[in-house]
């Protein structure tokens, strides 16, 4: 049976928490690969919401879940979000969570520099203010504090000694106070017996799991419009978050992400400033937003919504080799006379059937769209093509002919179970 990459092929919030939590059921082990709290999860399953950011999906179920060395781990939010899953009757010991113990960490002072950039920057990148994008700065810059590290006081103290030489000037440039190395070093080492019995070498346990036969689920935060190198640069995350990043962020190497499933709006959606071709400041995208709840997991900022980019989403079958696509929230479109797909740009006298790396160029892109006919019945909770209005399937198919990979899965609720199957992702 092969592994299973889940990564989302818009700008995120696509609906990979459902996906993740249903495929976890035919998993043995899940990993998160890249990004740290920034990014959410929204779990439904029976009566009871499940909103994860660290935790892998898996823990839901039980399932063995890695926090992958690609991730930047806050400490301290890692532990608050174990005690809130635990209220609501989820126990995580280190029998179910494992943490890379080559992973980065997350300090207070990185969510302090976050911030204080933010609130200077002129063209603000739309941040969350967690400290992510710093913390990968610090790892990149080979000055982080790493998991490991929680367990050798000599090394800490090293380590922040050469942190704060880079942050003590970044800090007074910002009017921040400088940074105090005896209590960071205290924080550390207070936090230290909580974090390291869940450490071990992340990579070999992978391995290990793979060799005596167990299916890995790889969860992908954010999405790949969001990506370092391929989104809407500089309005991106700090991390790869295109399904290659699986095989560097969890040490399994090129052929550990298997079957790679991209997760799609049925429309689309964007968190945070930059580019989006498509956006719509209408009663047309104040309805997408309402019906679909577009409020962010970790911000509650509202998404900006507009209709299905087909030019984007070929991209992001291209750059994540995407054999299948999951498509959600199929049921907010109902009820709409005319849907619109957008098939290409016009930038000047040009037309581009992709998105251009240039900032100025992206912002000035206008879309070229397809019409094609709504439905006045309900998708709603559908579990088979044969339950869908007629125009739903051809709004479908369409969108399958433009981006050039099958539907694996149709969503059509939040519920957990409200999908049609076309493919299981495990077994191909």
């Known amino acids: 049976m092969a592994n299973v990459t889940v990564v989302g092929a818009q700008w995120g919030d696509e609906g990979k928490g459902k996906l993740v939590d249903w495929l976890s059921a035919r998993a043995d082990v899940v990993v998160r690969f890249q990004g740290g709290h920034n ?16 935790l892998p999906s898996g823990v839901v179920q039980g399932k063995l879940s890695v926090i992958g060395n690609g991730v930047v781990v806050d400490p301290w939010a890692l532990l608050a979000e174990i005690e809130r899953v635990r209220g609501q009757g989820i126990v995580i010991t280190p029998d179910v969570l494992v943490v890379a113990d080559n992973a980065a960490l997350i300090l207070p002072l990185h969510g302090e520099l976050d911030i204080a950039r933010e609130a200077e920057a002129v063209n603000k990148i739309g941040t969350t203010g967690r400290g992510i994008g710093p913390a990968y700065e610090d790892k990149v810059g080979r000055r982080a504090i790493r998991v490991a590290d929680l367990g050798d006081r000599d090394a800490m103290e090293a380590k922040i000694d050469r942190l704060l030489a880079h942050h003590g000037p970044l800090r007074r440039g910002l009017g921040l106070p400088e940074a105090k190395p005896e209590q960071i070093l205290a924080s550390l080492e207070a936090i230290a017996p909580q974090i390291l019995p869940f450490a071990k070498p992340a990579w070999r346990l992978l391995n290990d799991a793979v060799k005596g036969g167990s299916r890995v689920l790889f969860e992908g935060a954010q999405g790949a419009l969001l990506d370092v190198d391929h989104g809407t640069y500089p309005y991106v995350t700090s991390s790869n978050t295109v399904a290659g990043q699986a095989a560097a962020g969890s040490g399994l190497g090129p052929k550990g992400p298997g079957y790679v499933l991209g997760i799609l709006k049925a429309y689309t959606t964007r968190v945070g400033e930059g580019p989006f071709p498509t956006e719509l400041n209408d009663e047309v995208g104040k309805r997408l ?94 579990r088979s093509f044969r339950d869908l209005p007629a125009e739903a399937v051809k709004y479908v198919r369409r969108i399958e002919e433009l981006i050039g990979a099958p539907v694996a899965l149709l969503g059509t609720s939040p519920e957990r179970d409200d999908m049609i199957v076309m493919r299981d992702p495990f077994q191909d």
């Open 39 to 54: 990014a959410g999860h929204t779990l439904v399953v029976g009566n009871q919401v499940y909103k994860l950011s660290l």
């Open 289 to 382: 937003r309402e019906v679909g709840q577009e409020m962010g997991v970790v911000t509650g900022r509202p998404r900006r919504c507009g209709w299905f980019d087909a030019v984007l989403a070929r991209q992001s079958v291209a750059i994540n080799g995407i054999d299948g696509i999951a498509l959600t929230k199929l049921d907010v479109l109902d009820g709409f006379e005319t849907l619109k797909i957008c098939v290409g740009y016009r930038s000047g006298e040009a037309t581009l059937d992709h998105l251009p790396s240039g900032l100025k160029a992206q912002s000035g892109l206008t879309p070229i769209y397809e019409e094609i006919e709504g439905w006045p019945g309900s998708t709603r909770g559908a």
